[in-house]
């Protein structure tokens, strides 16, 4: 891919990956060329362990700020790059600490489980962290008495009381992504397309999942995918995932879910798309922006994240 200032972007970044033993962590969410030039594209959970695992100098993480924290938290002695540092969450901004501080004390007594999609104050406050992945079955390996907080998703939170029967306390913030599938387009889609599946993300909204013919995690849909013997799916979350759905069966079909505001047509998540080749190339050729942490901060935010691993870890997760 050459721009109008003449560099090949991809040769660059591959020449400046070798060059600073460098790699590059890809979320589903970014876009396809993102992904191609990536060392490991996956979900917030394998980039967690991959992160945690490797034996590079510098991360350069392709996606949003709570997933490259989450990469320094578990690798601090490396160096962690993020090309934008305007790519925020806004279902990591919808909890604050100062607010959930506040909710704790008014929920006393109750094991604090949050997800990834946190800003690193929130994981300091936490004594589990999950992801979609594995949220389920982390809450079901605690003891079945146990009383739980579960922030920030509010309909991740809301499907989970329903799996789990659990009694669980929910913050109540949503991504504005996956909040804005539209019931009713899904539907018109579904009478033009019969033979689809509707394949949703838990992060919906439960209208969208209660039609769902699968509901699981970014891996889990891909997973779904790869192996369900369907020709065609309708796909409600952010459709960046069709990418790796299409490399794995080219031959099927996959239509985006619109979102309500029928004017965008797309549900693309702003933050992740503020990752581009460019950006990357600048970013690893100067080393910045990075990622840097107090380290006390970060060390209290490491426990609930490294817990997160050792459970999934023993659940084969
Ligand atoms: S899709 Fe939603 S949860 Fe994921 S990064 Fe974007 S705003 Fe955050």
Known sequence: MKKNDNIDYISEITRLKKKKNAIILAHYYQTGEIQDIADFVGDSLALSQKAASNDADIILFAGVKFMAET????SPQKKVLLPDLNAGCSLADSCTAEDFKKFIAANPGRTVISYVNTNTDIKVLSDIVCTSSNAVQIIESLPVRE??????DRNLGNYIVNKTGRDIAVWDGACHVHEEFSLEAILKLKEENTEAKVI?????ELPVRMIADFIGSTSALLEFTRKDDSKSYIVATEPGIIHQMKKANPLKSYIAAPPKDSTCGCSECNFMKLVTIRKIYNCLRDEKPEILINRDVLLKAQKPIVRMMEISEKLGL
């Open 71 to 74: 990469a320094k938290i578990l």
């Open 147 to 152: 009383k739980i907080i579960f922030a920030p």
């Open 200 to 204: 949703v993300h838990p992060e919906c």
